[in-house]
T-cell receptor, first 111, second 111 residues
Framework: DGGITQSPKYLFRKEGQNVTLSCEQN?????MYWYRQDPGQGLRLIYY???????QKGDIAEGYSVSREKKESFPLTVTSAQKNPTAFYLC??????????FGPGTRLTVL | QKEVEQDPGPLSVPEGAIVSLNCTYS??????FMWYRQYSRKGPELLMY????GNKEDGRFTAQVDKSSKYISLFIRDSQPSDSATYLC???????????FGKGTKLSVIP
C-alpha cells in the first residue's frame, strides 16, 4: 500500500528532552511537510522540503529541526527550546502539481 | 486580519439537512482552494479542490469559489452522521508549495 506513515502515534516527553517524530512516504513524492495542529488553531506549517538535502522554515520553525537525507524520510525533532510542544503533529507529502497527502499524525504530550 | 477566516462552530444539524461551510480570505494571490475533512484524532483527507473561481460538484458535495468576494463555500446535501468531522478550508498561491489553512469547522450530524 502506498502512503505516509508516522510513528509513534502517541509520544510523551518530559520537559527538557528532545524527541524525534518519524515520517516516511513511499509515494515517490518530492516535497514533504510538517504541520502542527492545536485545538482551535488550524494547521500551521513548521518546515517543508522540496528536494533531498534542502528544507525551508515555515511559519513556526522556532524550537524545531528537520533533516531530509532521503527522499522517503523527513524526521522532525522537537527540541527543549520549544516552550509549548504539546500538540498534534502532521506530516504531509506532495509532488509538483498535486495537493498534499497527509499522514495519520503523532500526538505529543509534555509531562 | 488573518489570511484565512473560518467559523470554528461547532455546527450541529439533523440528518438529511443541507450544510453550508464557509471561509473568507484576504490574499488575492490564492489560486487553489481546497476542503479537507478530518475525523477525530486522524490526519486530514482531501475532499474537494477548485482552481480559481467557479463551482465543482462531487456527489453530495459542492465547492464554490467567489474570488471577487474572496469567499469560498462547501455545501453538503443530504447530510449523514458519517459526515460528522472537522472541515478545514485551505488555500494556495500558484507555484507555491505552502498551504494556508483556516481553523476548521466542527460539524455534527445528528441521526
Amino acid at each position: 500500500d502506498g502512503g505516509i506513515t508516522q510513528s509513534p502515534k502517541y509520544l510523551f516527553r518530559k520537559e527538557g528532552q528532545n524527541v524525534t517524530l518519524s515520517c516516511e512516504q513511499n509515494l515517490n513524492h518530492d516535497a514533504m511537510y510538517w504541520y502542527r495542529q492545536d485545538p482551535g488553531q488550524g494547521l500551521r506549517l513548521i518546515y517543508y522540503s522540496q528536494i533531498v538535502n534542502d528544507f525551508q522554515k515555515g511559519d513556526i520553525a522556532e524550537g524545531y529541526s528537520v533533516s531530509r537525507e532521503k527522499k522517503e524520510s523527513f524526521p522532525l525533532t522537537v527540541t527543549s527550546a520549544q516552550k509549548n510542544p504539546t500538540a498534534f503533529y502532521l506530516c504531509a507529502s506532495s509532488t509538483r502539481g498535486e495537493l498534499p497527502y497527509f499522514g495519520p499524525g503523532t500526538r505529543l504530550t509534555v509531562l | 486580519q488573518k489570511e484565512v477566516e473560518q467559523d470554528p462552530g461547532p455546527l450541529s444539524v439533523p440528518e438529511g439537512a443541507i450544510v453550508s461551510l464557509n471561509c473568507t480570505y484576504s490574499n488575492s494571490a490564492f489560486q487553489y482552494f481546497m476542503w479537507y475533512r478530518q475525523y477525530s484524532r486522524k490526519g486530514p483527507e482531501l475532499l474537494m479542490y477548485t482552481y480559481s473561481s467557479g463551482n465543482k460538484e462531487d456527489g453530495r458535495f459542492t465547492a464554490q469559489v467567489d474570488k471577487s468576494s474572496k469567499y469560498i463555500s462547501l455545501f453538503i446535501r443530504d447530510s449523514q452522521p458519517s459526515d460528522s468531522a472537522t472541515y478545514l478550508c485551505a488555500m494556495q498561491s500558484a507555484g507555491s508549495y505552502q498551504l494556508t489553512f483556516g481553523k476548521g469547522t466542527k460539524l455534527s450530524v445528528i441521526p
